[in-house]
């Protein structure tokens, strides 16, 4: 198959002809340590001050708040352990929400084990948290709230600025992970009242492996990995600079045309929503339809497994993905399908398209046929469908009796 549709943006993107051009000077030659005082050594140092700077002003920061760590799963690890261990004194009470991504999930669980009271929030159908309840699950001993910016699976974005509003007015820390929102919708640390905010490189056409943890001044934090003095001794390691060149071009190259990118992108999302959700019967749109990221589409068909569905569509080029937790090798459906009521077998029947500006309306025209006779395909052969259209006088059913 030489046709290559790439429709799985929200799991990494390409690297950026500008992100590579930048990288390449800091191989072979411009090698040097950027803690080292010569010259070849002070050009490594400049390029991780050029990307800082970037950085900081993509999100209306300062350049010495700006982390640079290993990519978003670090960056929400170490905001949530080392706000925990900085702030005990206060409170052993977290906040979060049922639908984080799992490098919030996971580390919340590993902070329980160690003392620490989680409350996960509840989402609407759409996946949206209620402003309401987080008022109610602040407590005396509460210390942070980390809730994301925008969902990776069904593109749902949350009222971060409300959240901030209410996080400042409580006198708790407000920690984001902005890993999908990031260069797809413009935050403002300061506008928000974020305190935290993660972000990674290779979700915005960046290298794979780094990502930033943005830590407004004055936050306590305690050194997440141990050693020398780089990242102001919060964060030891020698930088990895061709990485940090890397992201800080990709970060410009997003952020200079965040507008007509997200246009583009957002007509696209729309013309595939409007067409599955028009020609396919039995399928549901997952996510909040006009608050959501302007790449994402997540689709449930019932009937089917979108495993089956992902395999197929890659024999036919198309890469895509699912809305089980197939990275991890497990079976068990979304946790943010879940989450927004999905019963376990629409969950598992589900798929999740995010779109770049490289796509066109032409491959998703083919994207949509091949949808069409893949379901109806998987459907033909499901007993569950035989089941429900026997039972029903569905005019749409597709299988013959
Ligand atoms: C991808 C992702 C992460 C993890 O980022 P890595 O750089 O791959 O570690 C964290 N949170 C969200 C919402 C993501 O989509």
């Not at 699976?153 to 971060?160: A, K, L, N, S």
């Not at 209410?166 to 990031?182: E, G, N, S």
């Not at 934090?221 to 990242?231: V, W």
Request: proline share 3%; glycine share 8%.
């Amino acid at each position: 198959m030489d046709r290559l549709i790439y429709l799985d943006n929200a799991a990494t993107t390409r690297t950026a002809k500008e992100a590579v051009e930048a990288m390449l000077p800091y191989f072979e030659e411009n090698y040097g340590n950027p803690s080292s005082i010569y010259g070849l050594g002070s050009k490594s140092k400049k390029a991780l001050m050029v990307a800082r700077e970037e950085i900081a002003k993509s999100i209306g920061a300062k350049p010495q708040e700006i982390y640079f760590t290993a990519g978003g799963s670090e960056s929400d690890n170490w905001a949530l352990i080392a706000t925990a261990e900085a702030y005990a004194f206060k409170g052993k009470h977290i906040i979060t929400s049922k639908i984080e991504h799992h490098a919030i999930l996971h580390t919340c669980e590993y902070l329980q084990k160690r003392g620490f009271e989680v409350t996960y929030l509840n989402v609407d159908e759409d996946g949206l948290i209620s402003l309401a309840e987080l008022e109610r699950a602040i407590r005396p001993d509460t210390i942070l709230i980390s809730v994301m910016a925008a969902n990776n699976e069904i593109g749902t974005i949350q009222p971060v600025a409300e959240i901030g509003a209410i996080a400042k007015a409580h006198q708790v820390l407000f920690h984001t992970d902005a890993v999908q929102a990031y260069g797809h919708i413009p935050i403002n640390v300061e506008e928000c009242h974020i305190d935290m905010l993660s972000a990674s490189g290779h979700k915005i056409n960046g290298p794979k492996g780094i990502g930033f943890l943005y830590i407004r001044q004055g936050v306590k934090s305690r050194s997440f990995i141990h050693g020398g003095a780089q990242e102001r001794s919060r964060r030891a390691g020698t930088e990895n600079v061709p990485a940090i060149a890397g992201f800080g071009a990709a970060v410009k190259k997003a952020f200079d045309n965040m507008e007509s990118r997200t246009a583009k992108e957002t007509e696209l999302r729309d013309y595939l929503i409007e067409r599955i959700g028009s020609e396919v019967p039995h399928c549901k749109l997952n996510g909040h339809r006009d608050k959501r990221l302007p790449n994402n589409v997540n689709f449930s068909f019932e009937f089917i497994e979108g495993e089956s569905l992902l395999i197929m569509l890659d024999m036919k080029g198309i890469c895509a993905s699912s809305g089980s937790a197939c990275t991890s090798g497990s079976l068990d459906p979304s946790h943010v399908l879940l989450a927004i009521g999905l019963p376990h077998e629409k969950a598992h029947g589900s798929l999740r398209f995010t779109l770049s500006e490289e796509n066109t309306k032409e491959e998703l025209e083919y994207v949509v046929d091949c949808v069409k006779e893949i379901v109806a395909k998987l459907r033909s052969m499901s007993p569950l469908y035989e089941d429900f259209c026997k039972k029903s006088e569905d005019t749409k059913c597709t299988v013959k009796r």
